[in-house]
C-alpha cells in the first residue's frame, strides 16, 4: 500500500513529532509508515484521514503488490 | 487495542535492577554454594550406597542462590522485554512480535546445533542456559530493532 502522508504533512507545515502527537503514536509509526515500511491498521488509517480532513483514499491507495 | 498481555512501562526499570544482578549472581553460584537452606521438594534422587532412590515431597537442604538468579533473570527479562513502551502503538508491538518470531528461530535453530554436536554431561550446559537464552535474544533482537528505527528518524532530520 502506498500512502502521501509525507505530502500531507508538509501541506500542513507538520513535522513528524506533531502528527505522532496529534494520533498518538511514536514517531517511529509515522516514519515507518511515510517510508512503505509499516501499513497501519484501519483504525490509525482513519484517524490520520479525519486529521488530514481527506477521505481515507485520498492518502493510501493500494499499489500491485495488494 | 485492548488489553495487550504487557506491563506498564515502570516495570522496565525493575527489570533492569533485578536482571544485572541476578545476572552476576546466577554466574557466581556456579562456584559456590552459599546459602544452602532447608527446602521444599516435590521429588528427589537421593544415592544411598551408590543406589539412586527417589524420594516424594520432602524438605532437603540445598544452596538457594541459583534459584534466586533463576527468579530474578526469568522475572526481569520479562519485565524488560514485556513492558509497554513509552509510547506504546500498533507499530511497536509489530515490532515486538517480529522480534519474538525471529527469537523462535534463532533460539530452537541453535539449540538443535547443540543437540547435534554436543553430548553426555555437557549438555547439561545447554540446558541450563537455554532459558534465559531465549528471552535474552528476544530482548536483543527488539532493543536493537527500536534502536534502528529511532536511529532512521534521527538520519532523516
Known sequence: MKNNIKVQRAMRNMTQADLAKKISVSRQTINAMEGNKYVPST???????????KQVEEI???DAED | MKSNYLFDYKY?????????????LGLISQHVN???????????????NDEPKLKLVQIIENPILDELA???????CIWIALSKEK???????QTRLNSLVWSVYVHYGLLLL??????????????????FAFLIFFLLRFKYTLYKNKKQIGDEE
Open chain 1, 43 to 53: 483504525i490509525l488509517a482513519l484517524k490520520i484521514a479525519r486529521l488530514f480532513e
Open chain 1, 60 to 62: 493510501f491507495e493500494l
Open chain 2, 12 to 24: 522496565k526499570k525493575w527489570g533492569w535492577i533485578l536482571v544485572l544482578p541476578s545476572a552476576t
Open chain 2, 34 to 48: 552459599w546459602l544452602k537452606v532447608p527446602v521444599f521438594s516435590f521429588f528427589h534422587t537421593k544415592f544411598l
Open chain 2, 70 to 76: 533463576t527468579f530474578g533473570l526469568i522475572i526481569g
Open chain 2, 87 to 93: 509510547i506504546e502503538d500498533e507499530f511497536i508491538a
Open chain 2, 114 to 131: 547443540l543437540t547435534l554436536f554436543i553430548y553426555d554431561i555437557n549438555y547439561l550446559s545447554v540446558l541450563i542456559y537455554a532459558p
